[in-house]
């Protein structure tokens, strides 16, 4: 069910877009019909940089079974990493 409220974060990170690499300052999450996912509702995901124009976007549609699995993941990964390792990496670092 759509819930119409969006949580928005503000990021410090990198995507890629269509235009290539753009530097990600803000996301945004909510509950809504999805655009391109064959799916009634979906958990989408977009991460921005306002500040370079609408070319700087890249939107995600999961599930939610999908994003609770990506949230576990990424707190997986967290935890296993060094303590500000993943923090303390320059640029296109591995």
Request: aromatic share 6%.
């Amino acid at each position: 069910m759509c819930t119409y409220q969006t949580v928005r974060v503000e990021l410090d990170g990198s995507a890629k877009g269509a235009t290539g690499w753009f530097t990600l300052t803000d996301g945004a999450v909510y509950v809504d019909h999805p655009y391109h996912a064959c799916h009634e509702h979906t958990v989408n995901i977009d991460f921005t940089n306002p500040g370079e124009g609408p070319s700087a976007r890249v939107a995600v549609e999961l599930t939610e079974e999908a994003a609770l699995a990506l949230v576990e993941a990424v707190q997986k990964a967290l935890a296993a990493a060094p303590p500000g390792l993943a923090s303390s990496r320059g640029p296109g670092a591995a």
